[in-house]
C-alpha cells in the first residue's frame, strides 16, 4: 500500500508554518546583531568617556599653577 499523499490544503499550512520559522528565525538573527551592536556602541562611548576624562584631568593637572608661584599670605 502507499502512503495517502498530503492534500493540497495540508501543502499550503507546512508551507506557511515554515515560512513563520523562517520569518521568526531572521526577527531573532537581527535582534541579536542589532543589541551585539548596541553593546558595542556602549563599550565604544564609555571608553571614550573615561579617555576625555582623564584627558581634562591632565589638561587640569598641566595647568596648575606650582606652590611656589604664589604667596597666599600677603593677601
Not at 38 to 55: D, F, I, T
Request: hydrophobic share 30%; glycine share 2%; net charge negative.
Amino acid at each position: 500500500m502507499t502512503e495517502p499523499s498530503t492534500s493540497h490544503v495540508e501543502q499550503q499550512v507546512q508551507a506557511r508554518i515554515a515560512a513563520a520559522r523562517i520569518k521568526v528565525q531572521a526577527a531573532k538573527e537581527r535582534r541579536d546583531d542589532l543589541a551585539a551592536a548596541r553593546r558595542r556602541g556602549l563599550a565604544h562611548r564609555h571608553a571614550r568617556k573615561l579617555q576625555n576624562l582623564a584627558e581634562q584631568e591632565q589638561l587640569r593637572l598641566d595647568g596648575e599653577p606650582d606652590d611656589q608661584d604664589h604667596d597666599d599670605t600677603n593677601h
